[in-house]
């Protein structure tokens, strides 16, 4: 089975960077992504790490340590509309099925 | 990338109906999934569509209250049966297209409601 953890919700200020962090055991990985979703609105992917280390993007990167089970997603020079959930999610190998984690809800104040 | 429509995109239903929803993609994908979102919580994983063939179903999901159609490799229907207020979720059609780096796409996502 599949277990993936992230902590619920986390506040940081404008233009400070915030790391959201992702743990998870499975049976079978075959990638780990990251999705943002604002309220109301469908999840749009933001990284996919497969291999280890940073994949950086503009003001996101995602790290990835398979040995550990370990991500995090990386915001710099956050903006206001950030705000959002952050869902960490983990492909199985032998099925390619997407299994999320409970999303972490990110709250970015002036 | 993928683009995914899905129709409707709410719905209020009454307990006892049931309710199709529908998926359509603007490219051919290797994979589509449906899953549920309940109010302020994360993703479920209900089904993956198989074409032409049984949807393969998660814990918890069976086929006759969520019974799955995908005729072709862009189109595929979700239908939620004898509805109960329990069923009030949002309902997200998703794809997978091998040619973009297995990188998987989200519908807009239809708000159902069960009176």
């Known amino acids: 089975g599949q277990n993936i953890d992230q902590p619920t919700e986390m506040t940081a200020t404008e233009g400070a960077i915030v790391q959201i962090n992702c743990t998870y055991q499975t049976s079978g990985f075959n990638g780990l992504f990251w999705y943002q979703q604002h309220a109301g609105e469908a999840p749009t992917f933001l990284s996919y790490?497969?291999?280890?280390g940073l994949e950086e993007k503009g003001r996101f990167s995602s790290f990835l340590s398979r040995s550990k089970g370990y991500s995090y997603l990386l915001l710099k020079e956050l903006q206001m509309k950030d705000s959002a959930s952050y869902l960490c999610?983990?492909?199985?190998?032998?099925?390619?099925?997407?299994?999320f984690g409970t999303g972490t809800r990110l709250q970015v104040f002036p | 990338s993928a683009v995914i429509s899905q129709k409707p995109s709410r719905d209020i239903c009454q307990r006892g109906t049931s309710l199709t929803i529908q998926c359509q993609v603007d490219s051919q994908v290797t994979m589509m999934f449906w899953y549920r979102q309940q109010p302020g919580q994360s993703l479920t994983l209900i089904a993956t569509a198989n074409q032409g063939s049984e949807a393969t179903y998660e814990s918890g999901f069976v086929i006759d209250k969520f019974p799955i159609s995908r005729p072709n490799l862009t189109f595929s229907t979700l239908t939620v049966s004898n509805m109960s207020p329990e069923d009030s979720s949002i309902y997200l059609c998703s794809a997978m297209t091998t040619t973009s780096s297995y990188e998987q796409y989200f519908g807009p996502g239809t708000r159902l409601t069960v009176t």
């Open positions: 790490n497969v291999l280890d």
């Open positions: 999610a983990v492909r199985d190998r032998g099925t390619d099925k997407l299994i």
